[in-house]
Antibody
Framework: EVQLVESGGGLVQPGRSLTLSCIASGFSFGDFAMSWVRQAPGKGLEWVGFIRRKGYGGTTEYDASVKGRFTISRDDSKSIAYLEMNSLKTEDTAVYYCARGGMVRGDSLDYWGQGTLVTVSS | DVVMTQSPLSLPVTLGQPASISCRSGQRLVHSDGHTYLNWFHQRPGQSPRRLIYEVSNRGSGVPDRFSGSGSGTDFTLKISRVEAEDVGIYYC?????????FGQGTKLEIK
């Protein structure tokens, strides 16, 4: 059974940093891209970015709203994807979901985690 | 960015009746590889989203066959043949052809 479990959310002050983790199980983690999607309270879904699998360079793509502040990485030996968030803003407050991408692309999103809430506030 | 526009935003439906949601994209969604990367997701209250449809018309694993997707170019539709109580929630379309990938604003389905 495919499972994705996010952790690391919490309350953080503006300008500070936070790193989220997404632990995967039930599939060959290294064969898939991994994506991050967020949802501000009471709002819709918004792409954050994704990381390709190593076989496709392990490269990343980010939405313009987070580019330069957020970094997605992966540790295939541990089946974990990370979202490092720096220079956080109040508008980054959201539930952050990790989701499985495809074997080539980041948009598959066939499995999602339960999400972890990040609140940016002073 | 490609704007995804859904309609209606609110959809009251009687149990057992059909429902239809439209999604229009600001650009054609045919990728250079020939595929059209248009997905549909369903999010029940308090839950994570679940993928229903990928590449316009392919049902995801375990998705009931009362859900169907269609469309091409810039106009896409999600249809539910007979609405059940578990279908309440918000439906989102999403394009994965052009980066950044973008979601529609969501359509809230409720039972009359």
């Amino acid at each position: 059974e495919v499972q994705l479990v996010e952790s690391g959310g919490g309350l953080v002050q503006p300008g500070r940093s936070l790193t989220l983790s997404c632990i995967a199980s039930g599939f060959s983690f290294g064969d898939f891209a991994m994506s991050w999607v967020r949802q501000a309270p009471g709002k819709g879904l918004e792409w954050v970015g994704f990381i390709r699998r190593k076989g496709y360079g392990g490269t990343t793509e980010y939405d313009a709203s987070v580019k330069g502040r957020f970094t997605i990485s992966r540790d295939d030996s541990k089946s974990i994807a990370y979202l490092e968030m720096n220079s956080l803003k109040t508008e980054d407050t959201a539930v952050y979901y990790c989701a499985r991408g495809g074997m080539v692309r980041g948009d598959s999103l066939d499995y999602w985690g339960q999400g972890t809430l990040v609140t940016v506030s002073s | 960015d490609v704007v995804m526009t859904q309609s209606p935003l609110s959809l009251p439906v009687t149990l057992g009746q059909p429902a239809s949601i439209s999604c229009r994209s600001g650009q054609r969604l045919v990728h250079s590889d020939g595929h059209t990367y248009l997905n549909w997701f369903h999010q029940r209250p308090g839950q994570s989203p679940r993928r229903l449809i990928y590449e316009v018309s392919n049902r995801g694993s375990g998705v009931p066959d009362r859900f169907s997707g269609s469309g091409s170019g810039t106009d896409f539709t999600l249809k539910i043949s007979r609405v059940e109580a578990e279908d309440v929630g918000i439906y989102y379309c999403m394009q994965g052809t052009h980066w950044p990938y973008t979601f529609g604003q969501g359509t809230k389905l409720e039972i009359k």
